[in-house]
């Protein structure tokens, strides 16, 4: 670090008040020269001394609008010349065409201007972006955009703006690379430049303004011309000849208590007498090249010693001296840690515990008294792999497992903005996910189709739909706000890369929005690599208060063309790279980055084709790459959480520096190799780890495991785990005899469009019953049922990578008082009265049912002694006996339903 001690070491402090935009560097050769300038709708006019074309160019081709106003005065004033070109334009979403320029390297710059209010929009240039979310400001003002280099290969250059309607007045055009400013150097500005200005740049602001500086603050520099002059968001750091719009001259002066520069303490007088004599002689500055700033970036090798991020290995198959612990490599890589930790397996649970939790584990529902019998008296070795293979294969196993997706890619049927807009068409991605699971379609297949399907090739109508329907993932991200006008679509996107970011990876991709990462080795530049691939994707547009009409829907296919039923789906934008945006400010746009994946993975960039599209099937292949150490192992994780209740890494959606290492490292990696090895079935993955011994524990506790691993981190018993708030509903529904299981195939019975008058103050509130698995029930963002919230239910407008377990006095109130509760309680009575008419099988029926076994000859004797105490407290009433009885056993029923065995999975 440099020494300085004078005051004017601290301008390096300029950071907050001199941001520009995305420096342009240029080289040495060879000198730029006037190529072409174009007024777009007016005649031939001639600026700074250059004959610029007119509209009549036969070189240049428009078909947009035209509009012009001479009247309007213009901000900043301008020369006549040059104001007659600003004020007439090409208006709208432009697409300019100028042709017949020969191959080679061109610097473009675009004249702009506004003649209303203010609009939003962003330009790109022969297809890459150069401005993103441009504002024009207030009628009148006008600006210069640019310089912007480009390699001209096909003897076109293309202007295209996207947004608001943009008023583009012209193009000039220089082959080489030109900074824009063409001031005569005289001899004497050049020698006091050089003896006054720049050993005052280099000794106070180089440090943290230049190439060599370690981080370049503010993304500005001052050690060539064009970053000085270049226009940042709140103006000009330099305008020569004028000392009251050079914001580094009213900075130094420290006549605005919120522009003042150093912050430590104010310039001396002949400090800041030698900037603004400067600036007055027109800021001549002979330094039109400088080398590029190369950012201070991860250390990518370092990065990948941590474990994460390492490549999978093959881990060494210990053997076990227990041959009951050494038929499994699962079961050899659990148990080789015992003994290292003082842990003693517990034996295994009996049939019924077994049946019951492998059955809520794979469908979500409890075993049926008949399959628990089958399964007690069948002792043939194949038993449990029967039982398994007839779960996986049940309609219901997707319900299921399809949940547990859905809470981590944050479903709903809601969009999440203020006035939180309906979606009708999302229960077709909610069904997609269950369809996928249950046909064990590929996870790598799985992630692809939702994250690219419209790009992939189909061979039938069915397949295409199918396909796009899977881009639901993309299209139900978080909308926000109410406006229209200034609609937070960055707020959208970001939910976008947070929740592939952690679904998917592992890792916190949206830390790094407005900075680096503090903790992983993710850029910003990564976000924004990123970024580009979902800007350059279409959305769907729900509709929100100021702005009710859904849009942007995509049509599915019937006999090959589009027919009228709407997809809530993504596909393909205008595709280009995205600007990063300072501070996480899109109205600040910096440079621009290319469409990549993330450094440490790979930073693989778009083929010169994909460049043409999205980039999304690019990036669902980087996502699946075998290379990729963290897909397969989140993955895994997450299957493997489900089965014993927390994963082998404990922060699922968090395998960075700030998440917690795999309790077996081995173990993780062996599984996720074995999973992409057999092809990312995930039903494979099951059968693997159903078939273990491990699986197959006990929940009893022991004193001696406990005082060594009270956590249960090496796995010497199954953890008893509480029924989810679907689990518990459905199992409710399930044993009364009341569950519909059939799917459903049409929307919720939303109100039609045309009456959605929703707004902040009275959002969407709909709420639809149904006798359907909860899984099916619709679920809204910002107005969840009761008893989801009541039993930890996901969070609709974020992942939820692990449902929490609380036990409060609310879900036993619930238990106690809740109509559906009642309801459940006597449909049960009535099923049990229908079936059995000897009060001990009726009884024991009742147990298997809820807690699948029967009752003991103390809960038998108890339980009668309720039901009389029951029946006499009806004496005094109107009730006719079968009406008693009929209450009798709804009140049994609902003890069981608050009984922990009934809650709970051993």
Not at 594 to 621: N, W
Request: charged share 25%; net charge negative; with cysteine.
């Amino acid at each position: 670090m440099s020494t300085i001690t004078s005051p004017l070491s601290r301008l390096c402090l300029m950071t907050m008040v001199l941001t520009a935009g995305a420096v342009v560097l240029l080289a040495d050769e060879p000198t730029p020269r006037f190529f072409r300038g174009l007024n777009l709708n007016g005649p031939a006019v001639t600026i700074d001394g250059h004959l610029w074309d007119g509209a009549d160019n036969p070189q240049y081709r428009s078909k947009d609008k035209a509009f012009e106003n001479q009247s309007i005065p213009l901000v900043p004033e301008t020369d006549p010349e040059r104001a007659r070109m600003l004020r007439s334009s090409r208006w709208g979403d432009v697409e300019i065409l100028l042709t017949d320029v020969p191959n080679g390297r061109y610097t473009v710059f675009v004249y702009v201007w506004e003649d209303n209010n203010a609009e939003r929009y962003s330009l790109t240039l022969n297809g890459r972006s150069v401005l993103r979310n441009y504002i024009s400001g207030p009628a009148g003002v006008w600006d210069r955009h640019g310089p912007w280099p480009v390699e001209v290969r096909d003897g076109q250059i293309q202007i295209t703006s996207r947004g608001g309607a943009a008023n583009v007045s012209g193009i000039e055009v220089w082959s080489g690379d030109y900074d824009g400013y063409e001031t005569e150097l005289l001899d004497d500005d050049v020698a006091f430049f050089e003896s006054r200005v720049r050993p005052l740049l280099v000794q106070a602001c180089y440090e943290c303004h230049s190439a060599d500086a370690d981080d370049l603050a503010g993304d500005f520099r001052v050690d060539f011309r064009g970053a000085l002059r270049q226009k940042g968001p709140h103006g000009f750091a330099v305008v020569p000849g004028d000392l009251e719009r050079s914001r580094l001259i009213q900075a130094v002066r420290y006549n605005d208590a919120d522009l003042q520069m150093p912050p430590a303490g104010k310039l001396t007088s002949e400090e800041i007498a030698i900037l603004e004599d400067w600036v007055r002689r027109g800021a001549p500055d002979p330094r039109r090249t400088a080398k590029p700033f190369v950012k201070k970036s991860i250390d990518v090798t370092k990065a990948r010693e941590f474990w994460s991020l390492k490549p999978l290995v093959t881990p060494t198959i210990p053997q076990i001296n227990d041959p009951l612990w050494n038929t499994n490599d699962i079961d050899r890589l659990v148990a080789a840690e015992w003994a290292n930790h003082g842990a003693t397996p517990m034996g295994l649970a009996d049939r019924r515990t077994l049946l019951r939790r492998v059955t809520f584990d794979l469908i979500g529902l409890p075993p049926t008294p008949a399959e628990l019998a089958e399964f007690e008296q069948d002792s043939s070795p194949e038993a449990w792999s029967r039982v398994v293979e007839r779960l996986l294969a049940s309609p219901h196993y997707g319900e299921r497992w399809g949940r547990h997706w859905m809470d981590l890619v944050r479903y709903a049927d809601t969009a999440g903005d203020n006035s939180d807009y309906p979606i009708p068409q999302a229960y077709l991605y909610r069904n997609y996910i269950i369809d996928a699971f249950n046909a064990d379609k590929p996870y790598d297949q799985f992630l692809t189709e939702q994250i690219a399907g419209d790009l992939l090739p189909a061979a039938s109508d069915d397949e295409s739909n199918e396909h796009l329907i899977a881009t639901g993932y993309l299209a139900s991200a978080r909308r926000f706000g109410s406006l229209f006008k200034d609609y937070p679509q960055h707020l959208t996107i970001e939910d976008t890369i947070d929740n592939l970011g952690r679904t998917v990876l592992g890792l916190t991709l949206s830390c790094a929005r407005c900075h680096d990462h503090k903790f992983d080795p993710v850029t910003q530049a990564d976000y924004y690599g990123l970024y580009g691939i979902f800007e350059s994707t279409r959305y769907p547009f729900p509709g929100i208060e100021l702005e009710k009409k859904p849009r942007d829907f995509v049509p599915l296919k019937h006999d090959g063309k589009p027919s009228d039923q709407l997809a809530y789906a993504v596909v393909d934008g205008a595709p280009a790279d995205a600007a990063v945006q300072q501070r996480g400010d899109p109205s600040k746009p910096g440079e621009v980055i290319p469409r990549r994946f993330l450094e440490v993975l790979g930073a693989a960039t778009l083929s010169p084709s994909a460049q043409q599209t999205s980039g999304r099937l690019e990036l669902a292949r980087w996502l699946t790459d075998r290379e990729n150490p963290l897909t397969a192992r989140v993955m895994v994780n997450r299957i493997w959480q489900q089965h014993f209740g927390m994963g082998l890494v404990k922060t699922p959606s968090d395998f960075g520096l700030r998440g917690q290492p795999p309790s077996h490292p081995a173990l993780l990696d062996h599984l996720a190799l074995t999973f992409m090895n057999e092809d990312w079935s995930i039903k494979a993955m099951h059968r693997r780890i159903l078939h273990t011994r491990l699986y197959q524990l006990s929940s009893l506790d022991d004193p001696r495991n406990v005082a060594v691993d009270p956590n249960n981190d090496w796995l010497w018993k199954f953890s008893r785990r509480r029924l989810d708030a679907e689990a518990l509903r459905d199992a409710m529904l399930f044993i009364s005899g009341e569950l519909d299981l059939t799917m459903p195939r049409e929307p919720h019975p939303f109100p039609p469009v045309d009456q959605w008058e929703f707004t902040q103050h009275h959002p969407f509130r709909g709420q639809y019953d149904s006798r359907h698995r909860s899984i099916y029930l619709m679920t809204t963002r910002l107005n969840a049922l009761p008893f989801m919230v009541s039993f930890d239910g996901a969070d609709r407008n974020a992942s939820t990578p692990k449902r929490d377990s609380s036990v409060t006095a609310i879900q036993s109130l619930y238990l106690l008082n809740s109509e559906f509760v009642h309801q459940q309680a006597q449909a049960f009575a009535r099923r049990l009265i229908q079936s059995e008419a000897d009060a001990n099988a009726r009884m024991r029926l009742a147990y298997e049912l809820t807690i699948a076994r029967p009752p003991t000859s103390d809960e038998t004797a108890a339980n009668r002694d309720f039901l009389e105490h029951v029946n006499a407290s009806f004496q005094q009433s109107d009730l006719t006996t079968e009406e008693r009885e009929q209450q009798r056993w709804a009140s049994l029923a609902r003890v069981l339903f608050r009984m922990n065995e009934f809650l709970y999975v051993d």
